[in-house]
């Protein structure tokens, strides 16, 4: 059994920051590319950012380049996700996920997922 655990999310104003994290148990940390989707109320789930096993390659949605970062220290067997300048419309149920088979596979049809962190921005 792997297991996902975020936490990290709470109530925070416009323009503010939050950093999310992931912990993972039950199998090698290393062996997986992890990510990070959300899903807005009324909305489909969309994805958010990857990083893959080594650490030496990420990817993101366009509209979150620049806000978001996604790391990664594998000694603590923890994701996280920086949010700089956020903005109501990111106000959605955030979830880490991971994959065996790295960040593009991650994207469309993840291993495992957690159980999610709300994240609610106030204008």
């Known amino acids: 059994q792997v297991q996902l655990v975020e936490s990290g999310g709470g109530l925070v104003q416009a323009g503010e920051s939050l950093r999310l994290s992931c912990a993972v148990s039950?199998?090698?940390?290393?062996?997986?590319?992890m990510g990070w989707f959300r899903r807005a109320p009324g909305k489909e789930r969309e994805f958010v950012a990857a990083?893959?096993?080594?650490?030496?390659?990420?990817i993101y949605t366009d509209s979150m380049k620049g806000r978001f970062t996604i790391s990664r220290d594998n000694a603590k067997n923890t994701v996280f996700l920086q949010m700089n300048s956020l903005k109501p419309e990111d106000t959605a149920v955030y979830y880490c996920?991971?994959?065996?088979?790295?960040?593009?596979?991650?994207?469309?049809?993840?291993?495992?997922w957690g159980q999610g962190t709300q994240v609610t921005v106030s204008s």
């Open positions: 990083i893959s096993r080594s650490g030496g390659d990420t």
């Open positions: 039950g199998r090698t940390f290393s062996g997986y590319a």
């Open positions: 996920a991971a994959s065996h088979l790295g960040t593009i596979r991650l994207r469309t049809a993840p291993d495992y």
